[in-house]
C-alpha cells in the first residue's frame, strides 16, 4: 500500500508543472476615510502607526449645533409622543382627523429625532475594519467637505496581506485556484508557502501578464519577491 502511494506521489509530481511568478506584497484590506459631512475638525483620538479595533472612534467634527438639535428633538418627541397616548385613551369620543393629526405629530417627531441622530453620527469617524493608521492627512481645525470628500486617514489591515502574483498569459489555462505557490520575499533568505485563491479574470494588456492572489501574514506592505506556481 506505501508503494503505491509513494509511486501516485511521484506520479503527481511528474506531471507538474513548476511556473515562474514575482509579486508584490499589498495589505489584505486598505481605506482612504473620510467623513460624509462637512464641519470642522474638533478632535483626532489616533495616530499613524496607532492600532485600532473595528468601529473605533478616530476622529470628530464640531458638532455642538447637531447635538443641541437632537436633544429638541428628543423633547418634541416625548410631548408628541404625551399628547398622542392621551388622545388615543378619548379616540373614540373626539373627531377622527383630530385624532390622526396627533399620530401624526408624533410620527413625525420620531423621524425627526431618527434624522437628526444620523446628522450626529455623521460627524464621528470610526473604523471600518482592524486595522493599524498608516498616514494621517488633517490637523484639528482642518475644514473638511462631505462633498470635496476630504481625507482623514488611511488604514490597513494590521497583519493580513496578499501577494499579487504575476505570471506569463500563456499559463492561463494551467494556473488554478488551489495551485501551491512556493516563494521567496526580497531579502529574506527564509522560503514561504501559500495556496492560491483568486486568479483575476483579465490580462494586463501592456506587460501580457496574469494576476492571482495568495494570503500571508505578517510582512511589511510594498515588499516583493519571486517564487514558483505548482500547476497540477
Given at each position: 500500500m506505501k508503494k503505491m502511494a509513494v509511486l501516485l506521489l511521484a506520479v503527481l509530481h511528474l506531471n507538474a508543472e513548476e511556473i515562474y511568478a514575482t509579486f508584490d506584497i499589498e495589505a489584505q484590506s486598505s481605506a482612504s476615510?473620510?467623513?460624509?459631512?462637512?464641519?470642522?475638525?474638533?478632535?483626532?483620538h489616533v495616530d499613524i502607526g496607532s492600532e485600532v479595533k473595528k468601529d473605533a472612534l478616530l476622529a470628530e467634527l464640531h458638532n455642538d449645533d447637531i447635538e443641541a438639535m437632537v436633544e429638541v428633538?428628543?423633547?418634541?418627541?416625548?410631548?408628541?409622543?404625551?399628547?398622542?397616548?392621551?388622545?388615543?385613551?378619548v379616540q373614540q369620543h373626539i373627531n377622527v382627523s383630530l385624532f390622526e393629526?396627533?399620530?401624526?405629530?408624533?410620527?413625525?417627531?420620531?423621524?425627526?429625532?431618527?434624522?437628526?441622530?444620523?446628522?450626529?453620527?455623521?460627524?464621528?469617524?470610526?473604523?471600518?475594519?482592524?486595522?493599524?493608521?498608516?498616514?494621517?492627512?488633517?490637523?484639528?481645525?482642518?475644514?473638511?467637505?462631505?462633498?470635496?470628500?476630504?481625507?482623514?486617514?488611511?488604514?490597513?489591515?494590521?497583519?493580513?496581506?496578499k501577494?499579487?502574483?504575476?505570471?506569463?498569459?500563456?499559463?492561463?489555462?494551467?494556473?488554478?485556484?488551489?495551485?501551491?505557490?512556493?516563494?521567496?520575499v526580497d531579502g529574506d533568505d527564509r522560503s514561504y508557502s501559500g495556496i492560491i485563491y483568486k486568479i483575476y479574470p483579465t490580462i494586463d494588456a501592456k506587460s501580457r501578464k496574469m494576476l492571482a492572489e495568495v494570503k500571508a501574514e505578517g510582512f511589511p506592505v510594498g515588499l516583493f519577491g519571486d517564487g514558483y506556481i505548482t500547476a497540477k
Open positions: 476615510l473620510a467623513f460624509s459631512s462637512s464641519g470642522i475638525i474638533e478632535k483626532m428633538s428628543k423633547v418634541a418627541l416625548h410631548y408628541a409622543k404625551s399628547d398622542y397616548e392621551r388622545q388615543k385613551k393629526s396627533f399620530a401624526y405629530k408624533y410620527d413625525n417627531a420620531k423621524v425627526q429625532l431618527k434624522y437628526q441622530e444620523t446628522l450626529l453620527d455623521k460627524t464621528y469617524l470610526r473604523a471600518p475594519f482592524d486595522g493599524i493608521i498608516t498616514a494621517k492627512k488633517v490637523e484639528i481645525g482642518d475644514v473638511v467637505s462631505g462633498q470635496m470628500i476630504t481625507e482623514v486617514y488611511d488604514i490597513q489591515s494590521s497583519k493580513e496581506r501577494l499579487i502574483l504575476k505570471f506569463d498569459q500563456k499559463y492561463h489555462q494551467k494556473v488554478k485556484v488551489g495551485d501551491r505557490f512556493n516563494y521567496k
